[in-house]
Structures are given as C-alpha cells and as structure tokens.
C-alpha cells in the first residue's frame, strides 16, 4: 500500500499529540465526509484507545470502529478501522504514521494499508492519494496556524 509524506512546521511531540487526540481528526482527516467521533474507551490516549465514528461519507451513511494499534510517543502513532455501511462490515484499513524531526520540523509519513483487492486499489488509488495529501495538507496547516 502507498506512503505519503509531508513536512510540518511543528515539533515531533505537538505533531504526536494532535494526530494522538482522535477527537480533532474531523478537524483535518477525510475531507468529503461530515464524521463525528466519540470516544468509547474513556481517559487517555493510548495503545488499545477506542474510538466510533459515524457520518456521510460520498453520500451514504457510514460507522467506524476505530482502534489505536501503535502509540510510542512522539515517534509512531497507528490507528485501524474497520468501517460499516449499512450495518455490516465493509473494509478496514490502517493509517500508520511514522513522525521524525527534520529541517526544524517534523516529517510525517503516512503509510496506509487496508482490506482492498488489489484491482479495487488500482482503480480507487488517484482517490486515495488525493484523499490522502488533502488530509495532509489540512493537518499541516493546522498545526502550522496553531490551532
């Protein structure tokens, strides 16, 4: 599955706990939908956190079971999620985010990995990629602005 990366004005350890807090990715994350997050594990952040997330995504309404399967700060944070249309499962996918300290910043290194077969993945990839970079970008500006 494909990487993506992008420099962030911002030290590794503001980076780490912005992508961290699950509760700010409608800030950035999945510009085409209108997601709502909810915590469901309650206190802090970490390994094995649980997260819901519900919304309209390219139309049609969507539910996520969220998971955070890495957290080693301020370096690496994975989260996977297993994603449902119309009550039953539809694909999982994992966004992994490798974070180190470059130019005075942050490189962030999103790979993606997930449950398309591979002729779906070929055909989908210029919407993933864009997606992707998108997200990005938004992250970047975010943190960058100081929000």
């Known amino acids: 599955m494909p990487t993506f990366k992008i420099q962030v004005q911002a030290s590794p350890d503001a980076v780490f706990d912005y992508l961290a807090d699950l509760s700010r990715h409608t800030e950035w994350a999945n510009p085409k939908s209108s997601m709502k997050m909810e915590d469901v594990s309650g206190g802090a952040p970490g390994g094995g956190h649980k997260y819901r997330s519900t919304g309209v995504f390219t139309g049609k309404q969507v539910s996520a079971d969220i998971e955070v399967t ?43 990995t997930g449950g398309l077969s591979p002729v779906i993945f070929f055909i989908a990839y210029p919407a993933i990629r864009n ?13 960058e602005s100081g929000a």
Not at 76 to 102: A, C, M, P
Not at 134 to 143: C, D, E, F, I, N
């Open 70 to 112: 890495a957290f080693e700060r301020p370096t690496h944070f994975t989260i996977r999620t297993d994603q449902h249309q119309q009550g039953k499962k539809d694909v999982w996918y994992e966004n992994d985010y490798r974070l180190r300290s470059e130019n005075g910043g942050t490189l962030v290194v999103k790979r993606l």
């Open 131 to 143: 997606d992707a970079m998108t997200s990005l970008r938004k992250l970047k500006a975010r943190l």
